[in-house]
């Protein structure tokens, strides 16, 4: 694993909602990485990405669901654009966003059902 410099996780929303336990199971994280050139730190802009975070998830037979949008700002020397980002490279720049969105999911559930529900993902590389 390699040292990419990192920026803050920013929480732009997060939703949790009670749903009927039948309602049916949804699992959706879209991992979304975009150049980002509002760095004012004298570097080449395109070393600089946004990694984004929308999901929606509802566990089966729960009667919670979470929703929302996480981002994280990264520097990644070695690609002059998205495209050229590995499949495993991307994978390892959005853990931290996975890992949140559990934290979060955690933490919420065992204030609004008095038990934290822990999340379990396995990667899914396109």
């Given at each position: 694993m390699m040292a990419i410099p990192q920026g803050p996780i920013v929480v732009?929303?997060?939703?949790?909602?009670?749903?009927d336990p039948d309602t049916p199971a949804k699992n959706?994280?879209?991992v979304q990485?975009?150049?980002?050139p509002e760095i004012d730190s004298g570097a080449d802009s395109k070393d600089y990405f946004q990694i984004l975070a929308p999901f929606e998830i509802h566990p089966e037979a729960t009667n919670f669901m979470v929703s929302g949008l996480l981002?994280?700002?990264v520097q990644v020397e070695t690609a002059a654009n998205q495209t050229?980002?590995?499949?495993?490279l991307l994978q390892e720049l959005s853990r931290p966003l996975i890992e949140q969105?559990?934290?979060l999911t955690y933490q919420v559930t065992a204030i609004a059902d008095d038990r934290g529900y822990?999340?379990?993902f396995t990667p899914n590389v396109k």
């Open positions: 732009q929303a997060f939703h949790y909602d009670q749903v959706e994280i879209q990485i975009q150049s980002y981002g994280q700002v050229e980002l590995a499949p495993e969105i559990q934290i822990d999340l379990n």
